[in-house]
């Protein structure tokens, strides 16, 4: 009598699927989830990039080179960021260069490393090749520049994460993501010409 009782518990598969979904749903659940977080990511990165092109090209007009309007620009790259996380930070530098060339390689300016620290600092000499008076590190120099200059526009976002994600798998809270392009400003005026180098001492 036991044994059959036995055998009708084991060939009994009533619930098995509610087992088979238990186990399966977590790992689906998790999928769903970081494939929503990688979309949405991908979204606000092309949608960033095509905003960051356009404000380029404005600010790239001979208007751009006025703070006001500058300042109007940026506005509209804030206004359209947050209209896709309305909580999100957002940064915004404009860097000019002489040469696209130079914008691409982003080098140094070049400095005597006294101490070997790896580090401009401590009064060390550097060579102010585009004469502003303070070493750059990317040997560009702050704001949009003037005719002719090719102007490195770049914005940077962050916002918490729309899907909770990290909490199951580690990670940051918070996504970031930027989008950067270089323009030539238009030939408005004469593009003046830097002097030969002079030197200048590190902070």
């Known amino acids: 009598m036991m044994a059959v009782h036995l055998q009708k518990i084991a060939g009994d598969k009533r619930g098995s699927a509610l087992t088979e979904f238990a186990i ?19 979204y606000m990165k092309a949608s960033l990039q095509g905003v960051v092109q356009k404000a380029a090209r404005d600010a790239a007009l001979q208007t751009g080179g006025d ?8 506005n509209k790259v ?63 120099d702050e704001g949009q520049g003037g005719a002719k200059d090719r102007t490195l526009y770049t914005v940077q976002v962050s916002y918490p994460r729309f899907f909770p994600l990290y909490k199951f798998i580690g990670g940051s809270s918070t996504t970031r993501i930027s989008a950067s392009t ?10 003046a010409a830097y002097g030969a180098p002079t030197v200048g001492n590190c902070p």
Request: overall charge negative; aromatic content about 8%; glycine content about 6%.
């Open 67 to 74: 703070a006001n309007e500058q300042a109007i620009i940026d």
């Open 78 to 140: 804030r206004v359209q960021v947050l209209a896709l996380a309305n909580n999100a930070n957002i940064q915004i530098s404009r860097r000019f260069y002489r040469t696209f060339s130079s914008a691409a390689a982003a080098q140094a300016e070049p400095w005597t490393d006294t101490d070997l620290d790896g580090r401009c600092n401590n009064g060390e000499p550097f060579q102010d090749n585009n004469q502003n008076g303070t070493w750059d590190a990317d040997g560009g």
């Open 182 to 191: 270089i323009l030539q400003n238009q030939p408005f005026a004469d593009q």
């Open 24 to 42: 399966v749903a977590p790992v689906l659940a998790l999928t769903l989830v970081g494939s929503f977080d990688a979309a949405h990511s991908r």
